[in-house]
């Protein structure tokens, strides 16, 4: 198994409407999942890296509602601004600040949660050419709302899926 990749690395899926609605359940179920994965794991556990070099268990549940916040305000940029070029933020960095390499994981599940229900809400009241409007990220090039929406959603799969293999790996039940 590809510690890094658990699921594969993203690849954009064709922007269809089936497509869509797919991502905006998986975004939505992705929380739900997320919490089941840390359930029951000792502080010890939630500090255990994933792979070697990896993050912990708990910077992993901390570093999905930064990177999904960054997310939110970016695809609002994109539907109000024309094709703006948005800031990137040095997560690794922001993984090792003190509050996500300490602190509990119970307001970051709150916090993705209202994240995931505001972009639900945002996403459902979309036109078609709403889902084309792009933002231009520094490193990536650009990305239109719906490649975002697909991104989001594999993004919490793919690190839920570093804990559930972790799990797996280490024998927790």
């Given at each position: 198994m590809d510690l890094q990749y658990p699921i594969g690395p993203f690849k954009p899926p064709p922007a269809t409407a089936a497509t869509r609605r797919n991502n905006l359940q998986e975004l939505a179920a992705g929380v739900t999942l997320l919490r089941q994965a840390v359930k029951g794991l000792t502080p010890v556990q939630l500090d255990t890296s994933y792979r070697p070099g990896g993050w912990t268990v708990r910077q992993v549940v901390h570093h999905l509602p930064d990177?999904?916040?960054?997310?939110?305000?970016?695809?609002?940029?994109?539907?109000?601004?024309?094709?703006?070029?948005?800031?990137?933020?040095?997560?690794?960095?922001?993984?090792?600040?003190?509050?996500?390499?300490?602190?509990?994981?119970?307001?970051?599940?709150?916090?993705?949660?209202?994240?995931?229900?505001?972009?639900?809400?945002?996403?459902?009241?979309?036109?078609?050419?709403?889902?084309?409007?792009?933002y231009i990220h520094p490193e990536?090039?650009?990305?239109?709302v719906d490649h975002a929406l697909a991104n989001y959603a594999w993004h919490t799969k793919h690190h839920t899926a570093h804990i559930t293999s972790l799990r797996e790996r280490m024998n927790w039940a």
């Open positions: 990177s999904h916040m960054n997310g939110y305000i970016r695809i609002r940029m994109a539907l109000t601004e024309d094709k703006p070029t948005i800031k990137t933020y040095e997560e690794a960095r922001w993984a090792e600040l003190e509050d996500a390499r300490r602190g509990g994981v119970d307001v970051s599940f709150k916090l993705l949660d209202a994240i995931h229900i505001r972009l639900g809400a945002l996403f459902r009241t979309l036109t078609p050419d709403d889902w084309k409007r792009a990536n090039g650009r990305m239109t």
